[in-house]
């Protein structure tokens, strides 16, 4: 621990600071048990190329956006329109009309109040299998198995013990490779049988669960992809099987 540079050092503490938790996520609202609100969790999050122009030009505006977090900047992302649409469609509403419920209910903008989103694994990357001497150095592992792994041995617990505080209404995890650990961090012991649908000759399955600290639901990835959510059909019908648990 005494080798690693002071980036990877304050890194792993704010990791190991169940109190930093919320900072490592994207925002929104985690909630109470007695207004619980809908967890939206990913693999990790994306950086685009688009993202990088976007941080060099636009500096210090860029990262006071990022911390707002606000709407008009989500709906610039393919992942947040379709998670708009899954919340729309959850709460009975047509998927096309998921701006129309964005500006309503206004997910995971700063001050807004029922909805959360973070991920597994907080530091961004363009590609889920990418790894490179920037990570290295600000993480302190030299790949990221290493990474991830302890991630899972301090982060999922810090994940856990926010879970049993809050109560989420549902945790909705979006990336069916990760399934294993989105049960973990919701305590289901049990692999819940999956739901399967076809849309456009392509198979989709969609696992749910309601016997760890609060129910979970396991998706296709929302950015699209053919193994993804990436038709408003199958949107419509992941939330249509989601809908009874999560309300």
């Known amino acids: 621990m005494s080798q690693l540079s002071a980036t990877a050092l304050n890194f792993r503490r704010r990791i190991e600071d169940e109190a930093c938790f919320p900072e490592t996520c994207d925002g929104g609202d985690p909630g109470t048990p007695d207004r619980p609100s809908t967890w939206l969790l990913g693999i990790e999050p994306g950086w685009s190329l688009a993202d990088s122009i976007s941080a060099e030009n636009e500096g210090e505006n860029r990262d006071k956006a990022l911390a707002h977090y606000g709407i008009e900047l989500q709906l610039g992302w ?84 926010w879970i049993a505080k809050c109560k989420p209404k549902i945790v ?52 699209g992809g053919p193994h993804g959510l990436n038709s408003d059909e199958a949107i419509r019908i992941s939330a249509g099987l989601i809908r009874d648990v999560g309300s």
């Open 78 to 161: 393919p992942y947040n329109r379709n998670a708009f649409k899954l919340f729309a469609a959850i709460n009975g509403l047509p998927v096309e009309d998921y701006v129309r419920f964005a500006e309503h209910a206004r997910p995971f903008e700063r001050g807004s109040n029922g909805y959360f989103k973070g991920n597994l694994f907080p530091e961004p990357f363009n590609k889920v299998g990418s790894w490179d001497d920037k990570a290295a150095c600000a993480t302190g592992f030299a790949t990221k198995t290493d990474y991830q792994e302890w991630q899972r041995s301090v982060r999922f617990g810090v994940m856990r013990k």
């Open 172 to 223: 909705i995890g979006t990336g069916l490779t990760h399934l294993h650990d989105f049960l973990a961090i919701t305590g289901t012991e049990k692999t819940p049988t999956p739901q399967h649908f076809e849309v456009n000759g392509h198979s989709k399955k969609v696992y749910i669960a309601t016997c760890g600290i609060v129910p979970v639901a396991v998706v296709p990835h929302l950015s």
